[in-house]
């Protein structure tokens, strides 16, 4: 490649390449991510003889959460395929906004790096959370804790530009005449998703805003001998950071719903304002129950009942979702042995585990026996750590064909699945029972009783680690072995029409070109 052609791609506006280079800079990092989890795994076989120290133990942690949520998810599910599919499906030639979009990616570099040098210096380990007094200057001097949330500012600032991006691109594309019900759900989902970032993600960056103020220049905002409260950092966060689950999640509930609905054998759509309405309504509850990670710190009795009875409400939109593409997968023409009705029937599987065990999590009682257990790390994980990997996963299963121009090896994709959700179970599934035990998380030394399961968790930690070197060896022996797609798209065998693309625009995804007709 010559160096015009790499500056071309490097600094490029087309939104194909720009989701192209999130996709492999989110890849990179999850491999990161993964790898920072195996370490996790490899320091709890052991109930005392651990491999680390406690402050290197803390500071993988930190890394592990921050890179996998920040870093692989943001960047692959609405980075990535956000700016591919959104362009596309509402039949436009680019997004509003190109140089922003550019901008917003290249905010990811120096992001990264901040986050690599946090982990690298140390002093960062203060949880994904990072609440006060525990990430103040007395507790954690460090450069490497600044660098930290540095890093954090600028994630931040990136995904702020994209959600302005995309809501100016969809509020565009629909005033100019399309038919609200003729948008896909996906469009529909990362509308909502965009939302959800510019509500929260200015309210996180006011508080490490203030958390770097009462580091580096004696501000006492969380410090309670000066006046301030650090539990409202917690409320700051977790207004962030509960609506953070959904903007992680409601990108795959959208794919889901997309590709339910396209191997559907019902002449008209099912479900489709009950899955658009499911997801407005999650959004809408999702905003006003932040406080339910914080029923440990002494909330009034009015407000415990009304956070967990709202948390509640949300099990009803949710179901409707679960429900809706049960029915649609059912009533689909596609062979029961076909990877990616597997790959949706893992995604429905690993969600509907996260989703009860979050219901049990809701009660404010039985979540005051279970805050700060393994039970919080095997709901969360399952939820929008599985639920929104397998929403990758099935991103590319699905379009991976039509991008490329070549098909995946579906015994490969089968035992892919086979070996990813054995994995994703024997790790996470027995945290549960840890969790009813009451064995504390993000703690390294444990009673030697439950050293046995904890191997067995680890066990399924490396069995996931090598389902995902797994897929990245399917994606390179597509690209090898060349099998050219006929007819079909992605591994069934519905025409490549589902994708409703308006008739006037020509998509060629194996040349990266897009061409209006008239």
């Not at 007395?138 to 600028?154: A, I, K």
């Not at 589902?498 to 998509?507: D, G, I, R």
Request: proline share 4%; charged share 5%; hydrophobic share 50%.
């Amino acid at each position: 490649m010559s160096m015009y052609a790499l500056f071309s791609w490097l600094f490029t506006i087309d939104h194909k390449r720009i989701g192209f280079l999130y996709t492999v800079i989110g890849i990179w990092f999850g491999f990161v991510g993964l790898g920072l989890s195996v370490l996790i795994r490899v320091q709890l076989l052991d109930a005392y003889n651990n491999l680390f120290s406690t402050d290197v133990y803390n500071n993988i942690i930190t890394s592990h959460g921050i890179v996998m949520i920040f870093f692989f998810l943001m960047p692959v599910l609405i980075g990535g395929f956000g700016n591919i599919l959104l362009p596309l499906f509402l039949g436009l030639p680019d997004l509003m906004l190109p140089r922003v979009n550019a901008f917003s990616l290249w905010l990811l570099l120096p992001s990264g790096v901040s986050l690599v040098i946090s982990l690298f210096i140390g002093s960062s380990g203060i949880g994904w959370t990072f609440y006060p007094p525990l990430s103040g200057g007395l507790f954690s001097p460090g450069v490497g804790t600044d660098f930290f949330l540095f890093s954090l500012h600028l994630a931040g600032v990136s995904s702020i530009l994209s959600s302005i991006n995309f809501i100016c691109t969809i509020q565009s594309a629909i005033s100019y005449g399309t038919n609200h019900e003729q948008v896909s759900v996906i469009v529909w989902a990362y509308m909502f998703t965009s939302i959800l970032l510019l509500l929260s993600l200015p309210v996180l960056a006011a508080g490490i805003t203030m958390l770097l103020f009462d580091r580096n220049f004696n501000s006492t905002f969380f410090d309670p001998s000066g006046g301030g409260d650090p539990v409202l950092f917690q409320h700051m966060f977790w207004f962030f950071g509960h609506p953070e689950v959904y903007v992680l999640i409601l990108p795959g509930f959208g794919i889901v719903s997309h590709i339910c609905l396209s191997v559907s054998n019902n002449d008209e759509p099912f479900g489709y304002l009950g899955l658009v309405f499911a997801m407005f309504a999650i959004v809408c509850l999702g905003c006003v129950v932040w406080a339910h990670h914080m029923f440990t710190v002494g909330m009034d009795v009015q407000s415990t009942v009304f956070f967990s009875s709202v948390t509640m409400i949300i099990g009803v939109p949710t179901g409707i979702k679960v429900f809706s593409w049960l029915y649609m997968l059912f009533s689909s023409s596609n062979s029961m042995w076909d990877p990616i009705v597997w790959w949706i029937a893992a995604f429905i599987v690993l969600f509907t585990i996260g989703g009860v065990t979050g219901i049990v999590l809701s009660s404010s009682i039985l979540d005051s026996l279970l805050h700060d257990t393994w039970f919080v790390v095997a709901h969360f994980h399952y939820v929008f750590s599985l639920g929104s990997y397998t929403s990758v996963v099935i991103s590319f299963v699905w379009w991976w064909p039509g991008i490329s121009g070549y098909s995946l090896n579906k015994i490969l994709l089968r035992a892919h699945c086979l070996v990813a959700m054995v994995g994703f179970n024997v790790c996470f599934f027995p945290m549960h029972y840890f969790g009813l035990c009451g064995l504390p998380r993000r703690v390294c030394v444990y009673d030697s009783s439950f050293t046995a399961i904890n191997e067995v968790c680890s066990l399924g930690s490396i069995i996931s680690a090598v389902s995902a070197f797994l897929f990245i060896f399917l994606i390179w022996e597509s690209l090898t072995v060349k099998n050219d797609v006929v007819g079909c798209w992605g591994s069934c065998s519905t025409p490549v029409t589902f994708l409703h693309l308006p008739p006037a625009l020509h998509v060629s995804y194996a040349s990266g070109v897009c061409v209006w007709n008239g």
